[in-house]
T-cell receptor, first 115, second 117 residues
């Protein structure tokens, strides 16, 4: 079975440009998470969806960040406009049922560099 | 607020040595889940184990073993007879339930394990 799929794997862009990261969760999973990993802050949760509905977006840094989940098999994380401090690895994860007992399975990540 | 502490930033061992990675957590929840993930140099996060707060039995999986002690709020990870392929960053994480369902993982800062020949 395919795991969580993320694209692109690497993205290099210039400050001020719009960046869109994409995620396909594991088929049948109802919950989807976006995380950001940086040296300074480690792994931090940005936003969490359950059954395509955003449940908690308190980790989204600012209004430049937005996330959508139009259907059960696709989510996007958009940064507009991007800034150099947004450079990080962005992970998408999914879990089966949105229960507190669930294990989250991570995608390979998108390494974003903003020049 | 929940907190996970991995005090060991980096550990270096020689192949075939045993190594223990420490994890200490803080939570007010009576029911919670603990996880370990591995992040090899390729960058992905690989799930290793999940343990619930009611089960304090130690677990062994091949060369990996986990020691959960509720009394000391610790969930330590031991690799026996380490190999070069074990070189990675290992993260301990604590699960916290969302009000609307699902769980939020609080990660430790990770321990970089280097296994040398």
């Amino acid at each position: 079975d395919a795991g969580v799929i993320q694209s692109p794997r690497h993205e290099v862009t210039e400050m001020g440009q719009e960046v869109t990261l994409r995620c396909k969760p594991i088929s049948g999973h109802n919950s989807l998470f976006w995380y950001r990993q940086t040296m300074m802050r480690g792994l931090e949760l940005l936003i969490y969806f359950n059954n395509n509905v955003p449940i908690d977006d308190s980790g989204m840094p600012e209004d430049r960040f937005s996330a959508k989940m139009p259907n059960a098999s696709f989510s996007t994380l958009k940064i507009q406009p991007s800034e150099p401090r947004d450079s990080a690895v962005y992970f998408c994860a999914s879990s089966p049922q949105g229960l507190s007992t669930d294990t989250q399975y991570f995608g390979p990540g998108t390494r974003l560099t903003v020049l | 607020a929940q907190k996970v502490t991995q005090a060991q930033t980096e550990i270096s061992v020689v192949e075939k040595e045993d190594v223990t990675l420490d994890c200490v957590y803080e939570t007010r929840d009576t029911t919670y889940y603990l996880f370990w993930y591995k992040q090899p140099p390729s960058g992905e996060l690989v799930f290793l184990i999940r343990r619930n707060s009611f089960d304090e039995q130690n677990e062994i999986s091949g060369r990996y073993s986990w020691n959960f002690q509720k009394s000391t709020s610790s969930f330590n990870f031991t690799i026996t007879a380490s190999q070069v392929v074990d070189s990675a960053v290992y993260f301990c994480a604590l699960s916290e339930a969302f009000t609307g369902g699902g769980n939020k993982l609080t990660f430790g800062t990770g321990t970089q394990l280097k296994v040398e020949l």
